[in-house]
T-cell receptor, first 113, second 114 residues
Framework: AQSVTQPDIHITVSEGASLELRCNYSYGATPYLFWYVQSPGQGLQLLLKYFSGDTLVQGIKGFEAEFKRSQSSFNLRKPSVHWSDAAEYFCAVVTGGGNKLTFGTGTQLKVEL | DAGVIQSPRHEVTEMGQEVTLRCKPISGHNSLFWYRQTMMRGLELLIYFNNNVPIDDSGMPEDRFSAKMPNASFSTLKIQPSEPRDSAVYFC????????????FGPGTRLTVL
């Protein structure tokens, strides 16, 4: 079954530093992959998605992600983190014939000022 | 534009009581999803509707849980009777036609069953 793994439960970075959050997927064909962000007390917001084509995907809030088939990865990056980026980040993959999202366990990002 | 609306935002109830969570999807969206989020199990899809029809309810934990979507602008998730292990944040999400993979989430309902 398709799934995603987020190996890092917690990550702490300094404001202004670069960020990379890891996501590995398990799927034979090209998966549909997503990154969502959840701020405290809020619902999830879509940052970006990858279906096909260019493997570097740009999202909102200055985030980007790169699909690497050879590594089965879809890591999220941001060149300079802002304190407001502190949140929980979820990688997700479409399953069930395109109608269901399966989420990873999430990575909690803390930003030190 | 209004996003997905959920009510109540917080619910505290006692074990054995009936709980009803409500969701209003984004206007024009025709798919609706109910998720549950807990520390132990993360985000789980409970059920989703397409054009008001339940398509997949395999994630509904047991018969105590039921969901309805009587029209395109309203859905309920009911738990009867509630148990302490049902304590979680319940999210509703909707998606537009032809794009069920792009889901817009509501703010969630935090349910505490004592």
């Amino acid at each position: 079954a398709q799934s995603v793994t987020q190996p890092d439960i917690h990550i702490t970075v300094s404001e202004g530093a670069s960020l990379e959050l890891r996501c590995n997927y398990s799927y034979g064909a090209t998966p549909y992959l997503f990154w969502y962000v959840q701020s405290p007390g809020q619902g999830l917001q879509l940052l970006l998605k990858y279906f096909s084509g260019d493997t570097l995907v740009q999202g909102i809030k200055g985030f980007e992600a790169e699909f690497k088939r050879s590594q089965s990865s879809f890591n999220l990056r941001k060149p300079s983190v802002h304190w407001s980026d502190a949140a929980e980040y979820f990688c997700a993959v479409v399953t069930g014939g395109g109608n269901k999202l399966t989420f990873g366990t999430g990575t909690q990002l803390k930003v030190e000022l | 534009d209004a996003g997905v609306i959920q009510s109540p935002r917080h619910e505290v109830t006692e074990m054995g009581q009936e709980v009803t969570l409500r969701c209003k999807p984004i206007s024009g969206h025709n798919s609706l999803f109910w998720y549950r989020q807990t520390m132990m199990r993360g985000l789980e899809l409970l059920i989703y509707f397409n054009n008001n029809v339940p398509i997949d309810d395999s994630g509904m934990p047991e018969d105590r849980f039921s969901a309805k979507m009587p029209n395109a602008s309203f859905s309920t998730l009911k738990i009867q009777p509630s148990e302490p292990r049902d304590s979680a944040v319940y999210f509703c999400a909707s998606s537009p036609p032809g794009s069920t993979d792009t889901q817009y989430f509501g703010p969630g309902t935090r349910l505490t069953v004592l």
